[in-house]
Each structure stands twice: as C-alpha cells, then as structure tokens.
C-alpha cells in the first residue's frame, strides 16, 4: 500500500498549477499590468497563468446578483478553475482601486456562492512611490480572511519607485524586480501545493 500511496502523490504534484492573474488597473500603459505581463514570463516550471481583464464590468448591484452580466459569469468560472489566484495592484487613496474592489464583489456574491473561497492567492504591486502598494496589497489582505482565502505571507513584491524600470513598450525590465517576482512565484506554486495535499489528505 505505501509504494501505491508514494505513486498516487508524485502524479498528484506532477499536475500543473493554474494561476489567475488580475490586474486591479484599467490604465493603458499600466505599471501593474507590466508586472502582470512579466508574471506571465517568469511563471516557473509546473505552473502557467492565464490573465483576466476586469474591464467593462458593471457596478455591483445587490438587485442584478441572481442575475449577473455576462463577464461576471465568465469571471467566476476562470477563478473556479484556477488553483490560486495572483493579484497585481496599484494603490489608490491608500487602498486597492475601486474597479479590483468591483470585481472581488461581484465574484464573491450572492451570498454563499463564493468564487474565491480556499483559493490561495498571492499579491504584486507597483508604484512611482516608495511606499509601493503595501496599504493597498495589506488591506487586500484584509479582505481575504472575509473571503476565505489563503494568502501567502512571503515574500512579498512591493516595487516602488518604478517609473524608470520599465522600457518604452511597457515591459518591466528591472532584474531585481523580476527576480522578486520570479520568487514570489515559485513560493506561490509551493504554497498550492501544499494547501491542495492538506485539503486532500483532510477529504480522504
């Protein structure tokens, strides 16, 4: 029995790990959306992230949530699928912005049919300040122990100061910041794994 047990977990881990990117801004030529696009570059062995693009979903109505637009549907599914959730987000008014708030609604709703319960989930950001995103990514955290998810503590990608690490196209091109962002990744996929074993062995 153990050899058996032994083989069934090796498969298990072999099994890529599907992350969902989120960039929380609209803005063409967006710092964030350049973090999520070299996210997408570096996604390491195991692991491949397909992005999502909150744009064009309508303001949460609590009399529209039995009957929600087309995106929130297919938002829903694409977090369903995925295995953890990689969020990107600049900072507004010391917060996330209002259209990654948006969007968390309405997947989050109607009341128990949660997409984002026990997903893990990991958290980039980019700002021209120094501070670079830690209130927004911190109340971000915030909103996850509502939401019941895992998200993962270290390390962390606060890149600040960026307006000079990006090159004419948009791509973010600073070696430090990609080698954050490559451990913040790897770190991710362990996490999942890990979280995937736990809730596993607790079902069997």
Not at 46 to 58: M, Q
Not at 79 to 94: C, K
Request: glycine share 6%; aromatic share 8%.
């Amino acid at each position: 029995m153990i050899p058996v047990l032994l083989l069934n977990k090796e498969v298990h881990m072999a099994e890529t790990i599907r992350i969902l990117g989120i960039a929380g801004s609209l803005r063409n030529g967006s710092y964030n959306r350049g973090v999520l696009k070299a996210a997408v570059e570096l996604a390491p062995e195991g692991a491949e992230i397909e992005t999502f693009d909150i744009a064009g979903f309508p303001d949460f109505n609590q009399d529209d949530e039995q009957n929600p637009a087309e995106i929130v549907t297919r938002f829903k599914e694409k977090i369903r699928a995925a295995d953890a959730i990689l969020f990107v987000t600049p900072e507004y008014n010391y917060s996330i912005p209002g259209v990654l708030k948006n969007a968390i609604d309405w997947a989050s709703r109607p009341y128990g049919d949660s997409a984002w319960s026990d997903k893990p989930a990991a958290i980039m950001g980019a700002s021209i300040g120094a501070v670079a995103t830690a209130r927004a990514q911190y109340h971000l955290r915030q909103m996850m122990v509502f939401l019941d998810m895992h998200p993962l503590n270290q390390p962390e990608v606060m890149i600040g100061n960026c307006a000079d690490k990006y090159d004419a196209e948009g791509n973010l091109t600073d070696d430090t910041s990609r080698e954050f962002i490559s451990k913040q990744l790897k770190a991710l996929v362990e996490w999942t794994r890990r979280i995937s074993e736990k809730s596993r062995h607790a079902g069997s």
